[in-house]
């Protein structure tokens, strides 16, 4: 099964980030929505958020090692 364009083109604006442990893409929702996400991942001793330079509704998230 093959790709289409659109997944590609998707996959390759990442190629410049670190390796994230994951990436949630919200669609077509209100920015609003994002940063409530985004706080309350952040309030996690686990994990961590970053939006820099991605599409407004994207966020990059890590697990951060508990020390």
């Known amino acids: 099964m093959s790709k ?3 997944d590609k083109t998707a996959a390759q604006q990442y ?3 670190p390796d994230p ?3 949630v893409h919200f669609g077509d929702v209100s920015e609003e ?3 409530l996400v985004e706080e309350t991942l952040e309030t996690s001793e686990f994990l961590s ?3 820099d330079d991605l599409p407004e509704t994207t966020l990059l998230v890590e697990a951060v090692e508990n020390e």
Do not use: F, G, P, Q
Request: no cysteine; hydrophobic share 25%.
């Open 33 to 35: 929505l994002v940063e």
């Open 21 to 23: 442990d994951a990436i």
């Open 4 to 6: 289409n364009k659109t």
């Open 49 to 51: 958020t970053s939006r």
């Open 15 to 17: 190629d410049n980030y």
